[in-house]
Structures are given as C-alpha cells and as structure tokens.
C-alpha cells in the first residue's frame, strides 16, 4: 500500500506512529470494560475525546456497539490535504491503534469500519464494536 501512495506514504505513515505511541500511553492505565455503555465511554469518550454530540449510537446491545462519528478529524484533514482516499488512510492509520486499544481494553473486542459508510463520502463514519466468545 504505501508504494502505491508513494512520499504521501510518509506523512500518514508518521500519523500511525504518533497515534500508536498515544494508544499506548493511553493503555498503560488499566481499565475494565463490562458493558458496550463503558466500551462507548472508555473508547470514544475517553481515548478519541470525542464529544458526546459527535458520536451518535445507532446500535447498543450486551454484543454490539455501532456508532457514526462526526468529529473534526485529524485523519481525515490529512488525508483530504494529501489527496488520499480515506478508505487508504484509515486502515492504514486509524484501524491498527483502534484495533490496538480495544484489545488492551477486552481480548474479545472486534473492530469494523464500514467503507461504505466513511467520509467524505458519507456525512459520518460508521463503525462496530463487539463482543467475540
């Protein structure tokens, strides 16, 4: 992926490495997930900083987690600056460190993006947390 992107590659591959080293700060801090509700709080809340107004819950169950993020986000300012595709920049970027966290959070925590549903091309960001096991 980053030869297709060629020196574009560097500047969100610098991106990955400072959100990887603040989702590892971050994670040092023990913390116990038990509902969806604390993986919501936990994760968007308190690890992304998002505001509760940009983060709308479209599914909260005992398994799963779906929420749609309208925030001001880095990566997507980036990858709008560098003229990359954001269905590129996220999996590159983003995808890996949620991956990351939630895992740090509960062994059994899943992550998707949904690529049809992600900006620009969409009003918001889609994504699914779960339960596995």
Avoid at 29 to 35: A, E, G, L, N, S
Avoid at 38 to 56: A, I, N, Q, S
Avoid at 65 to 72: D, G, H, V
Avoid at 95 to 118: M, Q
Wanted: aromatic share 10%; glycine share 4%.
């Amino acid at each position: 992926m980053e030869k297709v992107l060629g020196l574009r590659a560097v500047p969100l591959t610098l991106a990955k490495i400072l959100f990887y080293i603040y989702g590892f700060l971050w994670a040092l801090r023990p913390r116990t997930v038990r509902t969806m509700e604390d993986v919501h709080r936990l994760f968007y809340l308190d690890f992304l900083r998002l505001d509760e107004k940009e983060v709308e819950v479209v599914r909260l169950d005992g398994n799963v987690l779906t929420t749609r993020c309208k925030n001001p986000c880095p990566i997507l300012k980036l990858s709008l600056y560098l003229k990359v595709d954001t269905r590129v920049s996220c999996r590159m970027v983003s995808e890996p460190v949620c991956r990351y966290v939630l895992r740090r959070l509960d062994r059994r925590l899943t992550f998707r993006r949904n690529y049809e549903h992600i900006r620009p091309y969409s009003e918001s960001c889609e994504e699914t947390i779960q339960w596995v096991g």
